[in-house]
């Protein structure tokens, strides 16, 4: 008697170890999700050759992954006074740069992220630009 109690013991303890511990499934973090891209950015300021405009944006930049969730490829949409543009996205992780394909054209950008901050520097006319963009929550 003492041994079916045992083992009994013994079963209930080998189910309950069985059963009771499952492994958690965890969806893959997009790699734009942990470089702090994704989501919805305003234009705060413009900086051309070192002297930042006072002009109020409206302009604004929306970042979402793109249909395969584990590249550097995204899709944008970009909505301003006058203008909206889609298109997609490319990061390139060793030159910290972002490129942009849209209605046949391609613009790259160096950028940075900054907790809710984000920076695109380029050249264009041999002008220095600087774009600060804040993220919307």
């Known amino acids: 008697m003492r041994n079916n ?3 009994a013991a013994v079963l209930l303890a080998f189910v309950a170890i069985t059963t009771g ?3 958690e499934h965890r969806e ?3 790699p734009l999700e942990s470089m702090g891209l994704l ?3 305003r234009l705060q300021s ?3 050759n070192g002297i930042t405009d006072m002009i109020v944006y409206y302009d604004t930049l929306e970042l979402t992954t793109g249909l395969v969730s584990d590249d550097l490829i995204g899709e944008f949409r970009s909505v301003g006074v006058g ?3 889609n298109g997609q996205f490319e990061i390139n992780e060793v030159h910290d740069s972002i ?10 950008h160096p950028f940075r992220v900054l907790e809710n ?3 695109f520097t380029y050249f264009k006319n041999s002008n220095e630009f600087s774009e600060d963009w804040s993220k919307l929550e």
């Open 99 to 108: 490129f942009f394909f849209y209605n046949n054209t391609q613009k790259a």
């Open 5 to 7: 109690k045992v083992y």
């Open 46 to 48: 413009v900086t051309i």
């Open 28 to 30: 893959p973090v997009d």
């Open 117 to 119: 901050s984000m920076t």
């Open 83 to 85: 203008y909206q543009t």
């Open 39 to 41: 989501g919805n950015w």
């Open 21 to 23: 511990c499952k492994e």
